[in-house]
């Protein structure tokens, strides 16, 4: 079973608006992480965020995570036509369990 | 090596041959994941090696399944007597070691089963 779970499953947005995507999980975590998909290739890391961490910049990228609802989200800033792609929740456990479970993504679709 | 590397990347078969991936993860990464992604689907997790350790394989997904690490390095996952459900990518993944955070992926191998 899925430990994350992303809402919305797809977006659609014009280019230059900001796109959020939430995810949810259902264990305590050490970390939480965001990874990127373009079609038809392998996944690569975005951003980690601490368990004791509530909110972290990377360039365009902002997330948030609120341990007491078991929640996190992604906000993509002035988004462009190559931010395109799927995005994916990874929650790493304490230690004794490194099985990094991924969600289920969400299809962002960035409109030019 | 400078990435994760996969291969074969697309692998067609018949139903019942075994098929065999081979993964090579980053220079001394001790961590090393597969993963399977079935069309427009999240990852399932199948397997995880850490160093010397025994291998969490609670995801494998029948007993056709099978993953072995050599020297602590390359990985290779067999898929004894392959359905078509076993259609799918299978990504592998190395980081430096257990709960180091960032996973480094390869480009997948997409098995097709006729």
């Known amino acids: 079973s899925q430990q994350g779970e992303e809402d919305p499953q797809a977006l659609s947005i014009q280019e230059g608006e900001n796109a959020t995507m939430n995810c949810s999980y259902k264990?305590?975590?050490?970390?939480l992480q965001w990874y990127r998909q373009n079609s038809g290739r392998g996944l690569v890391h975005l951003i980690l965020?601490?368990?004791?961490?509530r909110e972290k910049h990377s360039g365009r990228l902002r997330v948030t995570l609120d341990t007491s609802k078991k929640s996190s989200s992604l906000l993509i800033t002035a988004s462009r036509a190559a931010d395109t792609a799927s995005y994916f929740c990874?929650?790493?456990?304490?230690?004794?369990?490194?099985?990094?479970?991924f969600g289920t993504g969400t299809r962002l679709t960035i409109i030019p | 090596g400078a990435g994760v590397s996969q291969s074969p990347s697309n692998k067609v078969t018949e139903k019942g041959k075994d098929v065999e991936l081979r993964c090579d993860p980053i220079s001394g990464h001790t961590a090393l994941y597969w993963y399977r992604q079935s069309l427009g689907q999240g990852l399932e997790f199948l397997i995880y090696f850490q160093g010397n350790s025994a291998p969490d394989k609670s995801g494998l997904p029948s007993d056709r399944f099978s993953a072995e690490r050599t020297g602590g390095s390359v990985s290779t996952l067999t898929i004894q007597r392959t359905q078509q459900e076993d259609s799918a990518v299978y990504l592998c993944?190395?980081?430096?070691?257990?709960?180091?955070?960032?996973?480094?992926f390869g480009e997948g191998s997409r098995l097709t089963v006729l």
């Open positions: 264990t305590s975590i050490n970390n």
């Open positions: 990874a929650t790493d456990a304490y230690f004794g369990n490194e099985k990094l479970t």
């Open positions: 965020i601490r368990s004791n961490e």
């Open positions: 993944a190395s980081r430096a070691g257990p709960n180091t955070g960032e996973l480094f």
